[in-house]
């Protein structure tokens, strides 16, 4: 069993910075790819930036691309995300989710495990 914890989130004003983190216990990575989605009010769950365990690989939302960073840790098993240059629409519930097998890193169906969330707010 796999268990993500979130932190970092909070109230920010436009055009400043977070940085969260998700750390993961119960596995070692070494494969599959963990990924950050967000839920705002009245809003489905969505896609926001992945990374693959392995290799490194990006995966970015167009309205985050040139903003949010994702990275990894490999020996602390925790993955960040750091957000540039905040926008109001940034605000959510931000979560990480977490898959060990081959998958869309977009697809919200292929992660098997999911934080608790973190909130993030962007005040303008």
């Known amino acids: 069993q796999v268990q993500l914890v979130e932190s970092g989130g909070g109230l920010v004003q436009a055009g400043r910075s977070l940085r969260l983190s998700c750390a993961a216990s119960?596995?070692?990575?070494?494969?599959?790819?963990m990924g950050w989605f967000r839920q705002a009010p009245g809003k489905e769950r969505e896609f926001v930036a992945a990374?693959?365990?392995?290799?490194?690989?990006?995966y970015y939302t167009d309205s985050v691309k040139g903003r949010f960073g994702i990275s990894r840790d490999k020996a602390k098993n925790t993955v960040y995300l750091q957000m540039n240059s905040l926008k109001p629409e940034d605000t959510a519930v931000y979560y990480c989710?977490?898959?060990?097998?081959?998958?869309?890193?977009?697809?919200?169906?292929?992660?098997?495990?999911w934080g608790q969330g973190t909130q993030v707010t962007v005040s303008s």
């Open positions: 989710a977490a898959r060990l097998r081959p998958g869309n890193p977009r697809t919200r169906s292929d992660y098997d495990y």
């Open positions: 119960g596995r070692t990575f070494s494969s599959g790819a």
């Open positions: 990374i693959t365990w392995a290799g490194g690989s990006t």
